[in-house]
């Protein structure tokens, strides 16, 4: 009962922050998913509904949740690099900006992208 009443919490954050941020071709939106064992972020173009990039950590090796969600964030970072975007709008998908999520979004910043 209690992780139901969670999803239903994390959705209405999650619907709430959507409807605020938008990406367009030159400055997409970098979407993050977290799972229990894996993170993921892809590059959304909202105004033609394609994923530009996508990275996950299912093949990165690193010694905990942190160090593989930098390293998302670097790997996002040099795809968007190599399709000349170099600012992106950051959707936290629902999660609290702590721990992974805010591992990622560092990660992304060393490498270069701007948000």
């Not at 970098?30 to 590059?43: G, P, R």
């Amino acid at each position: 009962m209690d992780t139901q009443i969670k999803k239903i919490q994390r959705d209405r954050r999650r619907k709430r922050i959507r409807a605020k941020i938008f990406g367009v071709g030159k400055k997409p939106r970098l979407s993050v998913f977290k799972s229990n064992k894996y993170i993921s972020a892809q590059l959304i173009d909202d105004s033609k509904g394609a994923t530009l990039a996508s990275a996950t950590s299912k093949n990165i090796k690193g010694k905990n949740s942190f160090e593989r969600a930098k390293a998302v964030g670097i790997s996002i970072a040099e795809q968007a690099k190599a399709k000349n975007i170099s600012v992106v709008v950051f959707d936290r998908g629902g999660y609290i900006y702590t721990g992974s999520v805010s591992a990622l979004a560092d990660g992304a910043r060393e490498a270069g992208l701007k948000f």
